[in-house]
């Protein structure tokens, strides 16, 4: 459960489980999440991810750290660049919340306090983006009363 937790997460892009105490700067730090995860072009995602064909922009303390695009459910590119058309942008405070997820007994209940403290954000580009990740908020809310 924690596997499917994390790659949840990841898929808001916290990674969790890696301590970035040498990463020097946001290139660092992608490359890190990239190979230590290794993620890579063509990882199916699980059928309870609510994201089917989405571009996300990943912030830390307001620096792009990278993108991941999802086509059909299916990762078709990752990266530590930023793209150019996300569909969503998620910003992370620092990397304190990670760790704060990372070492939690309840993952998913300390990432949902993530959110409602907005040290985590999950920005929408569009109306419709906006009120999908309402919905994806309210769904990690209920998932935090039973895990």
Not at 9 to 23: M, Q
Request: aromatic share 10%.
């Amino acid at each position: 459960m924690k596997k499917q937790i994390t790659f949840l997460i990841i898929l808001l892009f916290l990674v969790s489980g890696f301590s970035f105490v040498f990463a020097e700067d946001s290139q660092d730090v992608c490359q890190q999440i990239i190979s230590e995860l290794n993620l890579e072009k063509g990882i199916q995602l699980p059928n309870y991810v609510p994201y089917k064909n989405e571009i996300f922009n990943i912030y830390l303390s307001d620096e792009s750290i990278g993108h991941m695009k999802i086509e059909d459910k299916v990762i078709v590119s990752i990266g530590c660049e930023e793209s150019e058309n996300p569909t969503y942008n998620i910003y992370v405070r620092d990397m304190d919340i990670i760790e704060d997820i990372k070492n939690s007994e309840k993952p998913i209940e300390e990432f949902n306090n993530k959110l409602k403290n907005k040290d985590i954000v999950l920005e929408g580009t569009s109306v419709g983006k906006k009120i999908k990740g309402l919905f994806t908020r309210l769904g990690i809310m209920i998932a935090s009363w039973f895990v």
